[in-house]
């Protein structure tokens, strides 16, 4: 679903699944709270919960495929300087625009320094890299001893596949071809990636409120159909802790050290 982006129509042929090009195409719907990205809002908040206030002044918080930007607004006011490192540049042009220190740059091969962060944010990031080892590896690296990992990310299952994918990408919800199932991560292998890195990651399964869910589906649903779009967002969901991990889950771990 690319909708609202001229930019699309004037591509010859579609895109591979998981092609970066998509978020250039999708510029405009990153800050549409009802748009293409609504959820990546959601669990941005729900990243942001996990992320204490700062405990030291000049505390660096380094968000691995920043986006543009949209975990800023949930740390405002909690102490840390953002870095942003992502590979689509039309993506951070608006970070920055939000407070964001642009870093272009590639999840596997981050240009900064060893232990520099406080805190090293994963977020919606790891099923979208073909080697998600290495992502992790860049993480655990720039970790300070004591300092903070956070992320989300899709599991590796039959269920999260047909979820994320071949229901999610056939409503007006989630873009065609934005993920590659392909490079889904299993939770366990990602536990034990980090520990092999020195973060001890605990993991949980979450997932968005039903009742807000619906409406937001609801309200995509209309603007599809030609209606006007509401100019508030509606009833926003809420991501809540769940038993299984088996689609999406979150996990936060301390560096030892």
Known sequence: MRDGSSRVSDRPRPLPPNDPRQYDDLADEWWRP???????????????ALVPPAARPDALLVDLGCGAGLLAPHLAGKGYRHVGVDLTRSALAQAARHGVTPVNGDATAVPLADGCADVVAAGELLEHVPDWRRAVAEACRLLRP???????????????????VEIGERLPTVPRGIHDPRLFVDHRELVAECARHGVDLR?????PGLPGTLAWLLRRIRSRGGRPQPT????VPRIRPT???????????VRRG
Not at 34 to 48: C, I, N, S, V
Not at 146 to 164: E, K, P
Not at 203 to 207: L, T
């Open 34 to 48: 009802d748009g293409a990205f609504a959820m990546l809002h959601w669990l941005a908040r729900a990243r942001a």
């Open 146 to 164: 004591g300092g903070l990992l956070v992320l989300d990310t899709l599991n590796d299952t039959a269920l999260s596949r047909l979820i994320a």
């Open 203 to 207: 993991v949980r399964g979450v997932r």
């Open 232 to 235: 508030t967002v509606g009833r």
């Open 243 to 253: 038993w299984s991990t088996s689609v999406l889950y979150q996990g936060w771990g």
